[in-house]
């Protein structure tokens, strides 16, 4: 595992993670496609719009040591 973790992640709790999963073994699907869709179709129906660029996360000052994430959930 990388030490700085690049991908913006989300929390879940174990049991819906889970059932998640269950279902998205059973469809075929990948469980980050599946999320992908269904919250780019809620912000659609929201109208939230798109944004042109993501920022980047910001970069730890130089004083402050690096955080190691060393266990996540990561879908």
Not at 22 to 46: H, M, P, R, T
Request: net charge positive.
């Amino acid at each position: 595992m990388a030490k700085r973790q690049t991908r913006r992640s989300i929390s879940v709790k174990g049991i819906t993670y889970q059932r998640l999963k269950n279902f998205c073994e059973e469809q075929n699907l990948s469980v980050s496609g599946y999320l992908e869709d269904i919250i780019a179709a809620k912000l659609d129906a929201q109208n939230v719009p798109v944004p042109e660029r993501v920022d980047p996360r910001p970069k730890p000052k130089a004083n402050e040591p690096e955080q190691i994430i060393s266990q996540h959930f990561t879908f």
